[in-house]
Each structure stands twice: as structure tokens, then as C-alpha cells.
């Protein structure tokens, strides 16, 4: 299957842009003017350069021409251009914002809602109920309509970025060499990123969440104008749940899921919202293997580095040159000290293990908690990234994922499991760290 790339990409263009110029006997090349994805009239592919020329050539970035009769006649066809292409920039940035205040403006957290009435309600989720005279006050934890809603909203869309596999010592592991194009092996250059596309959608008034994960052969810049897909991974949650153990969501569009793979495999993913900006997001996948139904061992990690390109498509279009974000896996990690130290935080959970919890279940609460971490105790990856697995003396244990952000602030995801590598707490967490250590 092919994917087709946006047909406008400023980096290809450059070329054509640099030989354009505006003389008395030329007009502007035909292969410069491109539809805009949010315009009818055609507009000049790339950025306008700030090189200081003067008039309209200079912020066209093309050489000063005079002003003859000819060249003033095709001064409206420049001034037009020039027009259409600011207009166009301003409605992208317009459209831009107002996803961000949209998607921002959602609660971070869905707020414990109180419902009164008469009888006893029945909501998705389990209520805390007591007697007021006639009245049955219901408070509903657990999956409110309300945040699911909001994470629907938040998680829905289509999601490109890079992804990785690391060793369980934290080290990038190459690709394949069968699907590194010859011009990367002639030049001994080793790579270690996929491109991935993760179209995601969450219907707003039914539990369910349905996304996949798609690997796609690298290429050399953007010498193709398609991408083929390598490999794809499509998840399901709330129907079927096919070898899904345990899920918790929040409003903001974070969630984790738990899956149970063959050969006693499990498979952690955490996908974490930038509270910053809520178009960025990392998903950590942990494989972990359970030994005898007791022991749980790290076997290695995958991360997506990923950001929002617009409402669901099925991922019908890559982002392609266009993509705001590049490879990462061979960057440097972090550094030990960034993670040590006493951090601050609330902290959003959700219970299993019990009998009768079920298997889907908001992240709720905002519980305040003091982590201490030593940096060197965690597997430390690129972009501030870390994680950890380890065992206590009564034989739980705790896997842990976090993303350093900025302001001292890092946003922190767990699971906590029983002896018997059964999944008993899931949570979610923003904390800062202490001043002592910042």
C-alpha cells in the first residue's frame, strides 16, 4: 500500500525557488505555483525569506529587476501571489490556534461528577452511593461519559512521527538492513528510525478505541513522492480486547494498556500527552517477559515521538517532508542528573485486581505523592526520556515510564504488579521537581 504525500514540500522546492527570477522577458515559473491545501488560488511553494532586499523582489527572495513597462505589468500577478500566500499562511496559523485553545481547553483530569436522583443510576463504572432522606446522592468514578468524551477529542487523529526500538539497557538497535536504501549502505550510514503514521480514533459516545501502528520504509529526503508501508499493528480496545488485561484512560488523551502476547509476553504502552502542548506525545512500549508467573524481566523498549496532523484519515496522507519532527534514536540520552532528586506531583490512578474491577477504567483522582529517584537506577533514552523496571523484596513490581519536559516539570506514567505478575495499579502523574535538586 502507498501513501501519498502532501503536494506541497517546501524542502524539495528549494531549488526552483533559488532560480527564479523576474526580468523583463519572463514571468513566474508554472512549477512554482502550487494549490494550496486551504486556498484555491495558487500560491509560491516554500517560505518567504527576510534577506533584507528591497520592493517586492526582496520579499519574494528573487534578484532586483528594473522597472520597465513589461516588468510593471507583471507587477498585480506578483503583488497577487504575494497576497494569496500571506492570506493562506494566516489561515493555517488561524486554523492552528483554534485546534490548540480547542484541544487545550480540555480538563486534564475529567472532575468527579455528582449526579442526584431518585433511584439508582446506572452509568459505565462503578458509583459511590448514600442515603440523603429519598434521595440516592451517586457519585460516579471509575468511566464517566463525560471523560471519556474529552479523551475521545484529545486522542482522536492522525499521529506522525519516528519510532525506535532500544535494548533493555537503553542502546538504539538498527533496522534491518534489507529495508535501508543502497544509497545509506554505500555511504556506511547506519540507521536507526521508522518513519510511522498511528491514525487514532475513539468514538465519543461508546468505549471504543481503535489504532494502528504503522512502520514505513525509509527513503532518502524526498526523493520519493510515496511512502511504502513495512509493517502495520492495529489495536483494538472495548471490543473484543483481544489479549488486553488491563486499560486506563484520562481526559487528556493519556492511557495505557497492558496486553498479553504469546509465549508469556507482555507487551506495556504508555502514551503520554504533553501537558505543554497538546499536540506532541510519546509512546513508551515495554516488553517484558514473565518468567514462571512470578518473575517479570525487561526484554527491550519501543518509543514513538509523535505530533498531531489533523483529524482522522485512516492515514490516508503522511505528513512526508512536512513532518515537524526527525530521527532521534541515535541523538544522545539523558543524563543521569536530570532525573535525580525528590519530585512533587498529583498523581491520577486507577485500581485493578480486585473482584469485579473491570479491565477498563479511567485514571481518576488527584493524589499528591514525592517520588525519589536516582538517575542512574533508570534506563536513560534520547529527547529526555526514561524508564525502569525493578522487583521489590515482597516480589512486586513496578515498571515506570517518563518524559522530561520543560520548567522542571516531567510527566510520569506506572503499573504496579502483584507477585504473580498480575496488573494491580495504574497511574498517571505530573510532577515537578524540588528545589533543592532543580
Keep these: 500500500m502507498e501513501m501519498k504525500r502532501p503536494p506541497h514540500c517546501s524542502l524539495c522546492f528549494l531549488p526552483l525557488m533559488a532560480a527564479f527570477s523576474v526580468t523583463t522577458n519572463t514571468s513566474p515559473s508554472s512549477f512554482l505555483l502550487q494549490q494550496h491545501h486551504s486556498s484555491s488560488s495558487p500560491h509560491l511553494l516554500g517560505s518567504l525569506p527576510h534577506n533584507g532586499k528591497f520592493g517586492i523582489s526582496g520579499m519574494l527572495g528573487l534578484r532586483p529587476f528594473s522597472f520597465n513597462w513589461r516588468s510593471l505589468q507583471r507587477l498585480p500577478l506578483i503583488l497577487f501571489v504575494l497576497y494569496d500566500t500571506l492570506i493562506a499562511e494566516a489561515v493555517s496559523m488561524f486554523e492552528s ?10 480538563n486534564k483530569d475529567a472532575e468527579e461528577a455528582t449526579v442526584e436522583t431518585y433511584s439508582p443510576i446506572d452509568v459505565l463504572g462503578g458509583t459511590n452511593s448514600y442515603q440523603d432522606g429519598s434521595r440516592i446522592i451517586s457519585t460516579v ?3 464517566s461519559i463525560e471523560a471519556w468524551s474529552q479523551f475521545a477529542k484529545r486522542v482522536s487523529g492522525e499521529w506522525d512521527g519516528f519510532g525506535a526500538d532500544f535494548s533493555d539497557e537503553g542502546k538504539p538497535i538498527e533496522l534491518p538492513e534489507s529495508v535501508v536504501p543502497e544509497t545509506y549502505r554505500e555511504w556506511e550510514v547506519k540507521v536507526f528510525d521508522w518513519q510511522t503514521q498511528c491514525p487514532t480514533l ?17 527513503t532518502v529526503g524526498c526523493e520519493a513522492d510515496a511512502a511504502t508501508q513495512y509493517s502495520v499493528d492495529e489495536r483494538k480496545v472495548g471490543e473484543g480486547n483481544s489479549g488486553l488485561t488491563a486499560f486506563a ?23 503520554l500527552i504533553n501537558p ?6 510519546v509512546r513508551f512500549i515495554q516488553f517484558v517477559d514473565v518468567l514462571n508467573n512470578t518473575e517479570m524481566v525487561l526484554q527491550g523498549i519501543r518509543v514513538f515521538r509523535e505530533q498531531w496532523y489533523g483529524p482522522f484519515r485512516n492515514g490516508d496522507q503522511l505528513g512526508g517532508c512536512a513532518i515537524r519532527d526527525s530521527a532521534f534514536a541515535s541523538t544522545a540520552p539523558m543524563i543521569a542528573s536530570d532525573v535525580d532528586g525528590i519530585w512533587k506531583g498529583s498523581k491520577a490512578v486507577a485500581t485493578f485486581g480486585t ?11 488527584d493524589k499528591v505523592q514525592d517520588s525519589v529517584r536516582d538517575g542512574d537506577s533508570n534506563i536513560l533514552l534520547p529527547k529526555k526520556l526514561w524508564c525502569s523496571l525493578k522487583q521489590s523484596k515482597e516480589g512486586e513490581t513496578l515498571t515506570e515510564v517518563g518524559w522530561l519536559l520543560d520548567h522542571g516539570q516531567a510527566i510520569t506514567s506506572s503499573c504496579l504488579f502483584s507477585s504473580t505478575a498480575k496488573p494491580q495499579e495504574i497511574s498517571v502523574a505530573l510532577e ?6 532543580a
Design 432 to 437: 515537578t521537581r524540588a528545589l533543592e535538586y
Design 202 to 218: 475513539a468514538e465519543p459516545e461508546e468505549r471504543v478505541l481503535q489504532y494502528k501502528s504503522v512502520q514505513l520504509l525509509p
Design 141 to 143: 468514578r471509575d468511566i
Design 97 to 106: 490556534k483554534n485546534r490548540r485553545n480547542l484541544m487545550c481547553s480540555v
Design 355 to 365: 473482584t469485579n474491577t473491570e479491565i477498563f477504567q479511567e485514571l481518576f483522582g
Design 249 to 271: 484512560y484520562q481526559s487528556s488523551g493519556s492511557y495505557v494498556a497492558i496486553w498479553k502476547k504469546k509465549d508469556n509476553l507482555l507487551e506495556l504502552e504508555y502514551c
Design 276 to 281: 505543554q502542548d497538546c499536540e506532541s506525545r
